[in-house]
């Protein structure tokens, strides 16, 4: 069964924190996105990569950054969280090829109190 | 850049009830267009998708055609259950590095 696995379901960190978020899949895929998800906003991408090392900044990428050391591990920072990123976190993942289909990870629902 | 526009929601229909949940994209190149759903507390999966011009999609009594010159990709579907009750995302991938880009989500209630 393929698996997109994210770290944590809930978490709870302070104002001024560095948070890290992780996702792992085992399809061997090459891109990997990560979104946040917000009541009437939809997906929003926050950075997405498409292989080792490789990243590209999405629609809102201020305030994160990310690390792709292994094919199978993407990984998103806050540097230094704040209550406005308090949100469901999704990451993906996805073969490059185009006409497949993106997994899921169950999400993170992250709280900056 | 790429871009994908859902209809706003949320939308209530009776059961039995025909859907219509619009979807137009602005996209460089030939995208693939795809329906994500995402069932209460549960993540998003795929519910059909279609990769070029005149396809359809199908999947589950849901379908979509790939309209290029319309730039569309509404979902329908003939006769909606209580248990389709969800929130409805539009999605294309386009360009070598495969970005996958969405629509705001369209939320579909069911009522008996």
């Known amino acids: 069964d393929v698996k997109v696995t994210q770290s944590s379901r809930y978490l709870v960190k302070r104002t001024g924190e560095k948070v890290f978020l992780e996702c792992v899949q085992d399809?061997?895929?090459?891109?990997m996105f990560w979104y946040r998800q917000d009541p009437g906003l939809g997906l929003r991408l926050i950075y997405f990569s498409y292989d080792v090392k490789m990243k590209e900044k999405g629609d809102i990428p201020e305030g994160y950054s990310v690390s792709r050391e292994k094919k199978e591990r993407f990984s998103l920072i806050l540097e230094s969280a704040s209550t406005n990123q308090t949100s469901m976190y999704l990451c993906?993942?996805?073969?490059?090829?185009?006409?497949?289909?993106?997994?899921f990870g169950q999400g993170t629902r992250l709280t900056v109190v | 850049g790429n871009s994908v526009t859902q209809m706003e929601g949320p939308v209530t229909l009776s059961e039995e009830a025909f859907l219509t949940i619009n979807c137009t994209y602005t996209a460089t190149g030939y995208p693939s267009l795809f329906w994500y759903v995402q069932y209460p507390g549960e993540g998003l999966q795929l519910l059909l998708k279609a990769t070029k011009a005149d396809d359809k999609g199908s999947n589950k009594g849901f379908e979509a055609t790939y309209r290029k010159e319309t730039t569309s990709f509404h979902l329908e579907k003939g006769s909606v259950q209580v248990s389709d009750s969800a929130v409805y995302f539009c999605?294309?991938?386009?360009?070598?590095?495969?970005?996958?880009?969405f629509g705001t989500g369209t939320r579909l209630q069911v009522t008996l």
């Open positions: 993906a993942s996805l073969k490059r090829g185009g006409n497949t289909e993106a997994f």
């Open positions: 399809m061997d895929h090459e891109n």
């Open positions: 999605a294309l991938v386009t360009g070598t590095a495969s970005k996958l880009t």
